[in-house]
């Protein structure tokens, strides 16, 4: 089984994924298409980094993840494939690999050179498709590009350790208007050492990393119920920390981002105390 996972900033509105799919299948008709996200913030690498970061794990090796969000082709952002994890990933050098990756070395990346090798009207997205094609069918990197050894790094929205406090970004706010950071627990982990702490965000505060959600209910002599509308952290699936409000809901009584007013690029703060 040859899989080909989907992440873009095309929304469904449009023809675009469909066309996308269609695109793939006359290419390889063998393939099995999964949608990861097609409602990616426009031009937003960072939602698109946390997205494939916590959804590539569930797949087996193998897998090549195409990543249609900021594509064009330009002098800053070239085309590159990345084997890492044993798995491929494609999309442009805009930053979303090194924010995935982070500080672990890939196995290999490539610079696509394909492109004098197809229709002069062909389309960056055409050219991803051919790659993803191409590598899903067990097709080697370097038949498609020329290996380098660094890509463009984006640090403007990486967790930084300042003295006791790690200071980190809301990078993304799910469908339930959960606010998730950058800030990992493997970071946290390290830097802590068992230390007590506070979490700090637009002059509001959070003493406790929960384990899991329901552990806000602390006490038995009330129902879980009672403690709906009550803010929370926990380390969500994928490491990563996020602020949250028990059973929200965004359509009827709220959630951190309306509640707390939490949004992409706000600062979360982690205060160690000495």
């Known amino acids: 089984m040859s899989i080909i996972t ?6 469904l509105k449009d023809h675009f994924v469909g066309a996308l799919k269609g695109k793939l299948l006359s290419e390889f008709r063998e393939a099995t298409l999964i949608d990861i996200s097609h409602d990616i913030d426009p031009f937003n690498v960072a939602e698109a980094a946390y997205m494939i970061g916590a959804a590539y794990t569930s797949f087996p090796k193998g897998t090549v ?3 249609g969000v900021d594509i064009e082709l330009n002098h800053e952002n070239q085309h590159i494939a ?5 798995q491929y ?9 090194s924010m995935l990756i982070q500080k672990i070395v890939p196995q290999k990346i490539v610079a696509i050179n394909i492109h004098d090798r ?11 498709v051919k790659v993803a094609c191409h590598l899903a069918k067990g097709g080697l990197l370097n038949v498609i590009g020329k290996e380098i050894t660094s890509i463009k790094e984006v640090t403007e929205l990486q967790a930084v350790v300042q003295n006791n406090q790690i200071k980190g970004y809301v990078i993304y706010s799910d469908h339930l208007g959960n606010a998730v950071t950058n800030i990992s627990k493997k970071l946290f982990l ?3 050492k068992g230390r007590p702490y506070e979490i700090l965000f637009k002059n509001k505060v959070i003493k406790t990393i929960l384990p899991k959600y329901s552990a806000i209910g602390i006490s038995d002599k009330y129902p879980m119920k009672h403690f709906e509308g009550e803010r929370l952290a926990i380390f969500n ?4 920390l996020e602020i949250a409000i028990f059973r929200s809901n965004p359509n009827t009584v709220g959630s951190a981002t309306s509640l707390l007013g939490l949004s992409y690029r706000d600062v979360v703060t982690i205060e160690f105390k000495v």
């Open 6 to 11: 989907l992440t873009t900033d095309y929304g």
């Open 65 to 67: 993840h195409l990543i």
């Open 82 to 86: 990345m084997q890492w994890n044993d």
């Open 89 to 97: 990933f494609i999309c442009a050098d805009n930053g979303i690999l």
């Open 118 to 128: 197809l229709p002069s009207d062909a389309t960056d997205l055409d050219v991803f």
């Open 190 to 192: 390290e830097m802590g």
């Open 237 to 240: 699936e994928a490491g990563l």
